[in-house]
């Protein structure tokens, strides 16, 4: 619009200019030169003019809205600094009423304190009490002897519970009249002669007692047919260094195992037992590796196990061998629990997802108060970090009634079965070779015992 204005503005002029040469040519008698002169200046004085009328209305303008902006930014002021009372009023007004609230509030956490402590020295009274209850039962009845084996049988490092009537592998077995150099070479010739014969045990659901996972132990056999538990001969067989040859050994025959287990059924898991030295080995972890990598088909299936004294025994080698199997998706279970102490987090990450927990641990209050964790919340608080809790050493009906009420849902022991020797054929290799790999004597053995597979 401005600029049509002035286009307007200027055509008039020249218009009135060129008026203005014409009258002079042709009523005052002035030459076509003077004329034109004539008519220039008067243009020139029109645009001089226009342009300086231009320039003080702008000025005018300019000088109004400056004005205005002044006005405007005074009220702005003004308006801020209202704000700012206010805000410093209502600061003033939560300030007060916060002290106010504390100092109400005051008397009731100095209650609350005192409450927590009394419950706190309570809850000591009580469990002092039970403790005491607790050992003044165990010492009356036929029930005592019974339930003091029991505990004691909760902590023994057995891989296996012996069946009634046989040696129960605390040191009377062959190994008992034997000096540790003996002792090592008898392992040593068992390991060569290939007579570590492979044991399963059931891990049934709770309480339908469907079998869902199997638990592979090992015996050692002496040249004399006489079974050698685990708990004996696995000590001096981690000292003499014959470990990570038994573990392959196990590995080996495990993988048969579930292979064929597999076939049978899709929804079947197995457990095998894994020392800590064979993971710290590094020329035998390598060969353990490459086997795992080579069947890492099975790492669904199968769940390496190690005892709880072993696992807070792992440095960084072990740790950085546990990652390399959790990488190639194998997962992994700890046995052998004495204690609650533990943090589930931590298993969680290195790729636990079992625990087994002896129910006398579980049952036994004085036993489970000097943990981190009460029994009745252990299995929800591993479900958190997806960590099945197996309760292992079950012996007794009345111990499942109570471990039921912990929301248990595995259970492992004597009373579902016993462990049974795998037959003969079941360890035959199902490659194109087909050779048999277990010990002479294993088919004698499982003709006593009917086998699992």
Known sequence: ??????????????????????????????????????????????????????????????????????????????????????????????????????????????EMSELGMLVKQLAETVAAHDAALTGLTATRGEAAPAAEAAAASAFAPELAAPPPGKPNGSGHGPLHALDREAIAGLIGDAVEANRIDLYLQPIVTLPQRKVRYYEALSR????????????????????????????????FRCVQILRRLLMKNRDVGLFCNVSATTLSDSASFAQFLDFVEANRALSSSLAFEFTQSAFRGMGPIEYEALAALAERG???????????????????????????????????????????????????LLAR?????????????????????????????????????VRAEAMKSNGERGEAVTAPGAQAASQTVDAIV
Do not use: W
Request: hydrophobic share 45%; aromatic share 6%; charged share 25%.
């Open 220 to 251: 050692l056999r002496t040249a004399a047919g006489e079974q050698i538990f685990a708990a004996d001969f696995l000590p001096h067989a981690e000292a003499a260094g014959h470990m990570p040859k038994i573990d392959k050994l196990l590995l």
């Open 385 to 421: 970090y997806n960590i099945d809790l197996i309760v292992d050493r079950i012996e007794n009906e009345s111990s499942v009634v109570d471990i039921l009420d912990f929301d248990v849902r595995f259970g492992q022991g004597f009373l579902f079965s016993q462990p049974r020797p």
């Open 330 to 380: 194998f997962r992994f279970s700890l046995d052998h629990v004495t204690d609650l102490r533990m943090e589930p987090r931590e298993l969680s990450e290195r790729g636990f997802r079992y625990m087994k927990v002896p129910a006398s641990l579980l049952l036994n209050r004085a036993l489970a108060a000097s943990g981190d964790i009460h029994p009745e919340d252990l299995a929800d």
């Open 1 to 110: 619009m401005y600029r049509l204005a002035a286009i307007f503005v200027a055509v008039c002029m020249v218009l009135i200019a060129a008026s203005l040469g014409a009258m002079g040519y042709l009523y005052l008698g002035l030459s076509g030169m003077e004329s034109t002169l004539v008519g220039l200046a008067a243009l020139t004085g029109m645009a001089l003019y226009n342009a300086v009328t231009t320039r003080l209305r702008d000025r005018s303008d300019v000088s109004d809205q400056i004005a205005d902006l002044s006005r405007l930014t005074a009220d702005l002021a003004r308006h801020m600094a209202e704000v700012k009372r206010q805000l410093s009023t209502a600061e003033n007004k939560v300030d007060s009423a916060v002290n106010k609230v504390r100092a109400a509030l005051e008397p009731v956490t100095r």
